[in-house]
């Protein structure tokens, strides 16, 4: 169990969005420790941005492929707030897989006390509700809202997103019993810092949340399980376009 | 509100298996109300058997293609267990799309008392349990079992699997509350008839049931809320091999 | 499991307005298959609507003894939203017996997303919800609301009725998360295809969904599990005027 | 706030064996304040006992009438464990109802632990289950199970129901987490005693439980709150053989 | 099972304030019945209020302490909302510990209907969620809510007291489903009667409920079980300042 | 947000056992990252070991003495598997402050599957089961079980400890659906990796996940929020041998 001289962590986008990827990366890399060395990557294909079950489902085969392309790290991080293909892709290496999503939500519940997620569009909620439902963290969450903006406009618009999430974290922490800010998106991710302390409440974000879980766990010697519900995919044929993706024996 | 002359009712195996598309489509035809004019089809692409998160993911590309190239008919079902790529298509289109497994948890509900489902593999219990806690239905639900047989053993097993079956049963009925069985893969389909008589307890079976649920749903005129968490795709770029499912306008 | 070529379906008004029972008919006759035969009836004694736990008590036996003058109905629907003596009815009897308050819920989530229930009066609030939670459907529940006014006059003030149901919509669908809504009342029937049409998401009435329902299970040939919760009564005496209701061997 | 000098309890057996009655009152009187006058009655129609949900709605009726018939009483009891009538006669009078049932779990709530219940027929478990989950308690239960005696023959057969009953909470010490065990039908109260001495462990039972809590609310000046759920009857006609149980203004 | 003729219960005020002690004691004795004789005491050491989690820990010690120095008593009364030091009292002893907070969520439970919790401290909130969670009772709260006032504040001024309950009473009854008010602090006691006058809905108040459940308990003969979650203390070793608290043989 | 120089931790033994301090040290060396400086440090008094609610309610004063002894610690874990003291701890500092038990509840979900918790005494399987409730991690618990030896009995006896240890680990995965063990006692801590080894299936250990947490949360830089649950005790008199802990402006 000792912490490995070198570790290398894999973020993947799950969108395909390079600027995103881009940011991320930073963020990643501005929390790591100086022994992690961090390959941040997206899919060659797929949406550019994740809004909604529709586009979540278009993401996972980039995904896997990710994971597959980057088989020699030791953990891999899913930079989604939907933890997009979280089960598939533990199901796929017994490595530590963590989403942005649950490392947040995970952090702030260790942290004490109500706390609310605020992500971009209302069709997200329900997505994020599902999961905060799965995870049994829901019964600690004080509410999840959207300031109504795309993802894709958080990083064209900074002087907007800024002032919209500006409000809306006054809004529940005035009017609503919110003692922690969870910031469901990955693009919010750069006004954590300066919201806490404007605020004076912990801001948390998920891509360095889960940067130094993913450390703590492989210095902890953590795998996924693979007794029973994410057991290696049986050997079988995959047709067609997706045959490249059939599990090997 | 009236029921319609002819109605066009595409029930979707998500797997690749042509000979598991037959029966589902023998099982669905034979319920059928003589006006429902029934496709059953399969994905071009994909595994050919669901067992677990990471065959799930690879299906549901291929079931959004088969909606798509199905658009004149008036309600999907998607004929898996897993009810794999249900959200997704909720969002793809405003038809009732309808998944075998809720069919058969809703019904089991509506008929009283404890139910038990039975499924292929230890594999799948985690994410038919994970379905029946976002629906609501597992208060109600007795055990989550499996016959550990893999599915495509189900066809060119049939002896094993009735036996299998049959033993499962008695147990359930025997040593726990259980007082309803839902047979928890399509490929179990038919042997609910026999069970039936033979247990003299009800066999909840999803093909039939969701047939039934989608004749009703477009008798009544029923549409998927779009107000938002299944509003259709924002209108975004897709890349590379996925650009063909890049939500139009 | 073939569709029967006649099936007789009795449908169960549990107070003894007979303007009502009327509307009812009218409603299950509009969506009802060609080949179902429904039967309209109520009880000829107990009150003339139900608004809360007290007027439910006295239309149980009402209901049973519609029941048992039905008995060549293959099933039965109890025609009022809070599924008035839905469990003792399916102890009486093993054809399947249908709420249209359950049927109303297992519909909207089967359709997906939030849904809302509008009531007549605040004293049935309670009831719909201890319902939703037994049945596990509260959790999908955004709200459970009431219009403040009383049964009968649904029936006897359409346009107040009308105006008010709009208004409650409209706040619901503005202020709320609610992407469904239920019409949680048998008398809000016939507003149900104009507030859908006016809104543009799924309006849910109780009594064509139980139609449906009722068609559907007896086409897959359910009935309800007599092994244990719902066992036919065991055979004693019941004194006085309730001695007809005595169960027989 | 004052105790009163003397206090009416009406206790009400639901069915009609007067001979359970007699054996209600021996048991409410043991441990009744000697300034509580205690009336024990049963309706003068319906079942000889209750055994599941048909047997449960013929009592109500009669339930009531026994309230209306002993309207100076301060405070009632239904002695039934399926706390059969509660929401009904709650709606009736504003005077406090206590069912034998809930009385019980809350006691076993307030003295701390998993308790388990025992009751007679498989076919009680459901709807005492139900009770738990709606009152909130079943969190802390254990088990509900049965000893397959029919409710009369408790009293006919004594040393077998007294066998049984050692048997099972013998099982439920050794085998389950049980640590309080609440004996689960009127019928079985002379045994609590016995039992508590034998295996040195709270024996709740339902009857004397109820006493102390009437008493308790009387004192404490206690109502149902009228103001919603539990509001008075609204004046209505109800038609034919119910028609004396018609609200009055 | 028969009443004693004398009752010795002590009633423990948790911090050291003697004035609170005092009015906890006439509150206590203006509900017992006249054999019961009541102790009333404080610890000797501790906070002078409870006000979050804080000062609940420096209170369970002092809680222990008097609970040693009764032991003639048949049942204590922790008299703190947040029902402080419950669990380790339970341990220490198996006669009946009832704390002020359960008892009146257990009375609002068996009186029926959403019930609203009033407290001092946005601080305290939490700790009252947490315990009503962990009973059980939660599902039956509409809200739990603050009026702002410090604890010692609520007997230094009793009319701001007043006006502030009486507002934030109105508040609930008009704007939420409350249908029953529980006074969420000991020295709230004084204004339960006044407004349950005015508002004609119950108001519960913890200590008088918990004297009638206290008294209840001894009549019913009831112990705690010491089966396993509170059996007595383990012998070992306790060092330092708190050797005098080490569990004897 | 970057990662400290040097990190300052205070790890905190709630008992007295200085053997067993010793052995949390060790374990916390193993794990902490070179920059890392523990201190591991135990109250001066109150009990040698945690068994059940009355010894946690003596080792809370002495948790706190230790964090203030400790202030120029970074962050704070407490090594007892009930979490003791934490609510009140995250009261007195801002710091983060962590419980090995939840600690390791939240590693097990975020490594995904259900799990089990392996304890001493059956006595304490209350106190674990009560705090995966109120952290929402109890639904992915398989169960809670123990090994029947008292906690100093683990050092005393590692021959049989571990054959304990190994023939429950063995039963949970072959009998139950349990994928992932946690440890649930400090003094379990140095036979995880041997039983990792030997089973195959990640088996959780509170301290070295917790070092990993705290290190993590400190380079975050995230603080307890102050808002509400968690503000600094008020300002107040603390009388007698608590008088020291009296909070300060």
Same mark, same amino acid.
């Given at each position: 169990?000792?912490?490995?001289?070198?570790?290398?962590?894999?973020?993947i /986008?799950p969108n395909t969005?390079?600027?995103?990827?881009?940011?991320?990366?930073?963020?990643?890399?501005?929390?790591?420790?100086?022994?992690?060395?961090?390959?941040?990557?997206n899919p060659?294909f797929g949406p550019e941005s994740i809004e909604g079950f529709y586009d979540e489902a278009f993401c996972v085969p980039g995904i896997i492929e990710e994971?597959?392309?980057?088989?020699?790290?030791?953990?891999?991080?899913i930079?989604c707030f939907d933890d997009t293909g979280l089960d598939a892709s533990?199901t796929?290496?017994?490595?530590?897989?963590?989403g942005?999503?649950?490392?947040?939500?995970?952090?702030? /519940?260790?942290?004490?006390?109500?706390?609310?997620?605020?992500?971009?569009?209302?069709r997200s909620?329900s997505a994020l509700?599902n999961n905060?439902?799965?995870?049994?963290?829901?019964?600690?969450?004080?509410?999840?809202?959207?300031?109504?903006?795309?993802v894709?406009?958080?990083?064209?618009?900074? /002087?907007?997103?800024?002032?919209?999430?500006?409000?809306?974290?006054?809004?529940?922490?005035?009017?609503?019993?919110?003692?922690?800010?969870?910031?469901?998106?990955?693009?919010?991710?750069?006004?954590?810092?300066?919201?806490?302390?404007?605020?004076?409440?912990?801001?948390?974000?998920?891509?360095?949340?889960?940067?130094?879980?993913?450390?703590?766990?492989?210095?902890?010697?953590?795998?996924?399980?693979?007794?029973?519900?994410?057991?290696?995919?049986?050997?079988?044929?995959?047709?067609?376009k997706f045959?490249?993706y059939?599990?090997?024996?």
């Amino acid at each position: 169990m000792n912490e490995k001289d070198t570790f290398k962590l894999c973020v993947i /986008n799950p969108n395909t969005s390079e600027a995103m990827t881009k940011q991320i990366y930073l963020a990643a890399k501005s929390i790591a420790s100086p022994n992690t060395k961090i390959t941040c990557t997206n899919p060659r294909f797929g949406p550019e941005s994740i809004e909604g079950f529709y586009d979540e489902a278009f993401c996972v085969p980039g995904i896997i492929e990710e994971i597959e392309k980057n088989q020699d790290s030791e953990a891999y991080i899913i930079a989604c707030f939907d933890d997009t293909g979280l089960d598939a892709s533990r199901t796929f290496t017994d490595k530590p897989v963590i989403g942005i999503g649950e490392a947040s939500y995970h952090a702030a /519940n260790m942290m004490g006390g109500q706390f609310s997620v605020i992500t971009t569009l209302p069709r997200s909620i329900s997505a994020l509700e599902n999961n905060l439902k799965k995870y049994g963290l829901y019964q600690n969450c004080c509410s999840v809202v959207s300031i109504e903006l795309p993802v894709l406009e958080l990083e064209k618009q900074p /002087n907007m997103t800024e002032e919209k999430l500006q409000a809306k974290i006054e809004h529940l922490l005035d009017k609503t019993r919110t003692e922690i800010i969870v910031l469901g998106c990955a693009g919010m991710q750069n006004f954590a810092s300066k919201m806490q302390t404007k605020f004076g409440v912990p801001i948390i974000e998920g891509i360095t949340s889960s940067v130094k879980f993913a450390e703590s766990f492989v210095a902890l010697g953590f795998k996924t399980s693979k007794k029973s519900s994410y057991s290696y995919p049986r050997q079988k044929r995959y047709l067609g376009k997706f045959h490249k993706y059939q599990p090997k024996i």
